[in-house]
């Protein structure tokens, strides 16, 4: 019964989250997330890789086509002259035809190269790039790292490569002591040519930043909804990235800066048609700027389009300079920079070359990008269908008979109770009982899993022809999980259903699978609550169980298709700070939610970018890169890649739209093909048409804009209190968005319903409910209201959606100048908990704020008991004790 999901997985086997199949849904998870995928192909898994590959493939065959076309049509041209009139007209003719056929090839290939450019964009990698090596890591660090990645970062995804970790599984002693030596050698020989075959190069020096200050912003930007901090057993964060609070022991404070402050950046391009990494001689032998990113991702020697920026699903959170330093800081501060063995040896060049078979025999690459290695295959047998194997080609090996009666392969589980360590995973699993057989797929999947070389017990091999896979990190429930997802995969062929069975998606349905892909991918639910009843990583950190700080977690997603307009949602994906190419908002658009006073400007590099020499360096390195019009699409480098100089960030400093969220919204760097199936999810899962028509929204007469505008700042509802009006000094305790994005970003149905109630869409916002009571065939508003209301017949909630969405800039200045005071009489923040005492001399941050939750209380709940106005059968809770009017 406990794998029981494994049949859903034979009839949704391309669905990534299917609902109530939790089990299956993790053992999916686990499949990407920790690497399975680097080793083993399975049919829907990594599908940016196979369709680069079939694009690649298709653009070689197009090429010999027009060249055999174009020899063809040369040939017929020569023959003209030779042969009758009818028969000159007729090569005439087929050499005209093949001109244009090649034409129309060439498009194609055009077409093929620009998928193909947007692929390497959406291609990632479990593991970090080991090009870096040299530039990112200590050097003494690596070998340590090599023999056991458990014992230095427990839960790590980098596996325990048994044949590496210093241990024998001989039993004779003269075999220990060989295992033991070839072991260590064959460490060493890997980490000489990781080291050996890494980019040279030196990153300028970064000095120490506030530590105080990068604790606050690593633990309230959105870091934790993937990395944890803190040991083992107690780390606090996400677990789909790793845990940092080692990072300071191995790795260089500079490189750290620079990643923090720009993950996607590349060292330098890869082309895969000459199949090295670029130098800036490439480009100045062509006359080129040594310039790589979105505009600028092409070959300078043939063409082909570049591998432009790192393979990480890390996004940018389009830092300062200086608040980079100061998480760095921060990070570095967590752990003491201990020493480790000497590791002189890895100059060696001998045992370079011996370093690179090695490699290539673990299948490195599969996780890694690796100088050499960027085309290589994987090792590890296809997947797909393996559960449908035929149970004698499983290969038990000399376990075979253990299996058939039920011997338990793991008796110190009978010695401690079932609960004993085993490796990198407790064991106590029911199947390995013993006296119960487990000649069987779970039998087999289960063990191969726990330990992934019992099935060479008893044998006498060569050390290459022993088996390869690594020992990964899993919990009996996570082994549990690939169990049940592996003896699910079955295909077409194994599956014991009939194929009419199998989900068929429609349009919809198939956009909602694939954005599941996505969302996935990039760990989406880690600060959003995607589905209902689901709980984000960061709403259950500590930080957020305080009352004061639930009003900071980042927005539910579950209606955004039917909230949001899908161009608007489009560009917000593409650039989440709202601003132009060169970080300014956005003419007629993003302007409207940055928080600054009427014919005031801002610009992001002054103040928040540092604004260093090295930065104005770049810049005019850079010369006048064109633009592409997406702010958030140049992921390479702006300006010369190997100076290591942090260029200037795409986009700005802030959040577009609720910027008084101290959690960012980052940058993914999404391609036109992830952006497509992201907005195509969203609207799907809401039940949105495909073509979206903007609804039509009736002009306000000059009555009803006095209306409007008098039940905006009225004490009843007074909505500028909470929401962002632009004003700078009102801003610093706004704590929703701004009416002005309304007509752009919001459906006005949509807004009819939340202003109904919001309770109903998003379960716990601070939006309070019950602002209006159904009278007859209209809605109105339940406070007390203006008394030019009286002789008003129309519905109230509808003119309140008009107003707001026939907004403008003068008349939200209008409206601000009578609104009630933004704090209500109170202090604008409290300030938070002096953070811990920082370490090494640093400075402790005086601007930790935490929102205050008394702030926007509505301020009628001020007045006398009895005074207030409600509706019959509204709580006097939803008037009273909501905290905020939010138009989220």
């Known amino acids: 019964r406990e794998n029981m999901e494994a049949g859903c997985q034979q009839c949704h086997m391309s669905d990534r989250v299917l609902q109530g199949a939790k089990t299956l849904d993790l053992g999916k998870d686990l499949f990407q997330n920790r690497g399975c995928v680097g080793c083993h192909r399975y049919e829907g898994f ?91 890591l200590r050097k003494e660090w690596i070998p340590v790292w090599l023999q056991d990645p458990q014992a230095f970062r427990p839960g790590t995804k980098m596996p325990t490569y048994w044949r590496l970790d210093g241990t024998s599984h001989r039993n004779d002693e003269g075999g220990k002591r060989e295992e033991m030596t070839r072991e260590e050698t064959e460490r060493k020989a890997i980490a000489a040519f990781l080291w050996q075959d890494s980019f040279e190069g030196k990153l300028p020096q970064q000095n120490s930043g506030d530590g105080a200050h990068g604790k606050e912003l690593f633990e309230t930007r959105g870091c934790m909804a993937c990395h944890s901090i803190g040991p083992e057993g107690s780390a606090n964060g996400g677990d789909f990235a790793a845990n940092l609070q080692r990072v300071g022991e191995k790795a260089n404070f500079e490189y750290i800066v620079r990643w923090i402050y720009n993950p996607r950046e590349r060292w330098a391009p890869y082309c895969p048609k000459e199949k090295r990494d670029l130098t800036r001689k490439d480009y100045e032998d062509k006359g080129m700027p040594y310039v790589f990113d979105d505009d600028h991702s092409k070959c300078p020697n043939d063409g082909t389009e570049l591998q432009i920026q790192n393979m990480t699903v890390m996004p940018n959170f389009r830092l300062s300079e200086t608040d980079a330093r100061d998480i760095a800081t921060y990070l570095f501060s967590l752990s003491q920079r201990g020493s480790f063995p000497d590791a002189s040896f890895m100059d060696d060049p001998n045992l370079k070359e011996q370093g690179k078979t090695l490699v290539k025999q673990y299948g490195c690459a599969g996780c890694h990008e690796i100088r050499g290695f960027e085309e290589e295959q994987r090792i590890g047998k296809e997947l797909t269908t393996e559960g449908a194997t035929p149970i004698e080609r499983l290969d038990f090996a000399m376990m075979t008979h253990d299996a058939e009666t039920g011997k338990n392969p793991f008796p110190e589980d009978n010695a401690q109770g079932g609960q004993a360590q085993s490796g990198n995973a407790q064991s106590g699993q029911a199947a390995q009982s013993e006296g119960k057989p487990w000649y069987n797929h779970k039998g087999f999947f289960t063990n191969k899993l726990r330990d992934p070389a019992i099935y060479d017990r008893g044998k006498e091999k060569e050390p290459k022809d022993l088996l390869k896979m690594p020992k990964p990190f899993l919990t009996p429930e996570w082994n549990n999980a690939l169990t049940t997802f592996l003896l699910g995969s079955k295909g077409l062929e194994g599956s014991n259903v009939p194929s009419s069975f199998f989900y068929n998606p429609d349009t919809r349905q198939k956009d909602i699978q694939d954005g599941w892909w996505v969302i996935k991918k990039y760990n989406c639910m880690g600060c959003h609550n995607v589905q209902v009843g689901q709980k984000s990583t960061l709403s259950g950190l500590p930080l957020y169980q305080d009352a004061d700080w639930k009003d900071q977690l980042p927005p539910q997603l579950t209606s955004e298709g039917a909230r949001v307009d899908p161009e608007w949602l489009l560009r917000f994906l593409t650039d989440p700070s709202l601003s132009d190419s060169k970080g300014q908002p956005e003419p007629g658009r993003s302007d409207k939610t940055v928080g600054q006073s009427p014919g005031t400007t801002q610009n992001p590099f002054v103040g928040t970018q540092n604004n260093s020499q090295s930065n104005n360096a770049a810049t005019q390195a850079s010369g006048t890169a064109k633009s592409n019009g997406n702010a958030a699409g140049t992921a390479g480098n702006t300006a010369t890649a190997q100076d290591g100089k942090l260029h200037p960030q795409p986009g700005a400093d802030r959040n577009g739209v609720r910027t008084y969220l101290k959690a960012r919204m980052p940058t993914f760097n999404f391609s036109p093909n992830e952006l497509r199936m992201l907005v195509r999810f969203f609207m799907a899962v809401s039940s949105q048409p495909e073509i979206n028509i903007k609804e039509p929204v009736a002009q306000l007469t000059e009555e009803e804009k006095i209306l409007a505008r008098q039940l905006f700042t009225s004490q009843a509802a007074p909505c500028l209190k909470c929401h962002i009006t ?84 003068e008349e939200q200045r209008r409206l601000s100048s009578t609104a009630p005071a933004a704090t209500s009489g109170q202090s604008p923040a409290p300030t938070e908990k002096q953070p811990a005492a920082a370490t090494n001399g640093q400075k402790v941050s005086r601007n930790y704020r935490r929102p205050n939750a008394r702030r926007g209380r509505l301020a009628s709940s001020k007045r006398a008991p009895g005074k207030q106005a409600r509706a019959p059968g509204v709580r006097p809770a939803t008037l009273h004790h909501r905290r905020k009017f939010m138009l989220e």
């Open 726 to 809: 632009g004003d700078a000094e009102h801003d610093k305790t706004a704590s929703a968005p701004n009416f002005l994005l309304a007509s752009e970003r919001l459906k006005p149905a949509w807004t009819f319903r939340w202003l109904l109630d919001p309770q109903q869409i998003s379960p716990g916002t601070v939006m309070p409910s019950g602002l209006f009571k159904h009278e007859g065939d209209r809605w109105v508003f339940s406070g007390d209201t203006p008394a030019s209301f009286a002789n008003y017949t129309r519905d109230h909630a509808d003119l309140l959606v008009r107003y707001m969405f026939q907004m403008t800039p």
């Open 46 to 136: 990594d599908r940016e890789t196979d369709a680069l590959a079939n694009s690649r493939q298709s653009v070689t065959q197009l090429e010999e086509q027009i060249a055999a076309n174009e020899r063809e049509a040369k040939q017929a041209n020569a023959n003209v002259g030779n042969v009758s009139e009818e028969e000159a007209q007729k090569l005439l003719a087929r050499a005209d035809y093949l001109r244009v056929t090649n034409s129309q090839l060439a498009a194609r290939i055009a077409q093929l190269e620009t998928q193909s450019k947007y692929l390497m964009h959406d291609q990632k990698k479990v593991g970090p790039n080991l090009k870096d090596v040299r530039l990112k």
